[in-house]
């Protein structure tokens, strides 16, 4: 499985981006609980926002209400809405993808396939 992630570049603040991941690989789609984070220089990776088999979101207090996860099984691409950037959201944000979790989570550890990242800058 493989996960491609795409859609970041530099805005400026208060501006929008729509996050894309791309899985491939695996012939069941919606089979995976799907995450997002993001990981600035210097700091941790942190759980953005994830999206369960059934849809069920939950996301990190300092995107609620800016960030929209959602899924199109069909095209076996997960999306992240994010809105009114701040400096602060400045990071590379990752996909994440893990078969036997059953519920959404931001936890890392809870993930066992990961993408490569894309970059957002927010200045």
């Known amino acids: 499985v493989q996960l491609v992630e795409s859609g970041g570049g530099t805005v400026k603040p208060g501006g929008s981006l729509r996050l894309s991941c791309q899985a491939s690989?695996?012939?069941?789609?919606?089979?995976?609980?799907m995450g997002w984070f993001r990981q600035a220089p210097g700091k941790e990776r942190e759980g953005v926002a994830s999206?369960?088999?059934?849809?069920?979101?939950d996301y990190a207090d300092s995107v609620k209400g800016r960030f929209t996860i959602s899924r199109d099984n069909a095209k076996n691409t997960v999306y992240l809405q994010v809105n009114s950037l701040k400096a602060e959201d400045t990071a590379m944000y990752y996909c994440a993808a893990d078969r036997w979790l059953w519920r959404a989570s931001l936890v890392n550890r809870d993930y066992g396939l990961w993408g490569q990242g894309t970059q957002v800058t927010v200045s």
């Open positions: 690989g695996y012939s069941t789609s919606g089979s995976y609980c």
């Open positions: 999206i369960d088999k059934n849809g069920k979101t």
